[in-house]
């Protein structure tokens, strides 16, 4: 159930918009943000927002790389699949990465702390191969910059919920 205040928030940034599609994947980045994904609940709530139907959300919903329709972990890495990145590494980060943290695209880690899902160019061609990890740049990557990367944000994690 959506809360009263983010419902209210919605409404408003729909009723301020010219149309209120123009505000659809607002929408859908804040349901997203409080289900932790794109949820069934979070479509049929958008839809009804919106004034669309469930398919249509449905169908916008998994057109975009950054809207997730099945739960992810705390940190979702998004490694660019794009041409430029394939021109500048020999081995694959993306299969790398899988390998390290033993998933296959689109699962998350056991310990609910990685999802690892390819993405179409990042935009950040000049410094490829490249990853967005929950929205913040990492490039250009090696399997050594990978470990790295990897290891400070387990640490991280590790020291916000007192790991020992
Ligand atoms: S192709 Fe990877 S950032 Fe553009």
Redesign the pocket.
């Known amino acids: 159930m959506l809360p009263q205040e983010i419902r209210e928030n919605i409404q408003r940034l729909i009723e301020a918009a010219e149309r209120p599609r123009e505000q659809v994947i607002n929408v859908f980045y804040i349901l997203q943000k409080h289900y932790g994904y794109f949820s069934d609940e979070a479509v049929r709530e958008a839809a009804a927002l919106l004034k669309m139907t469930p398919l249509e959300v449905e169908e916008m919903a998994t057109f975009y790389d950054f809207l997730y329709r099945e739960p992810v972990g705390k940190f979702v890495i998004q490694v ?1 699949d ?4 394939w021109m500048f590494h020999e081995n694959s980060i993306f299969d790398y990465l899988c390998q390290k943290l033993q998933v296959c695209a689109g699962q998350t880690t056991a310990d609910g702390l990685f999802t690892v899902l390819p993405t179409a ?5 000049d410094r ?3 990853m967005l990890i929950n929205g913040v740049f990492y490039g250009p990557l090696t399997p050594a910059k990978v470990d790295e990367i990897i290891a400070q944000l387990r640490s991280e994690h590790c020291d916000l919920v007192i790991c020992k």
């Open positions: 660019c794009g041409v430029v990145c160019c990042i935009g950040f061609c490829a191969p490249a």
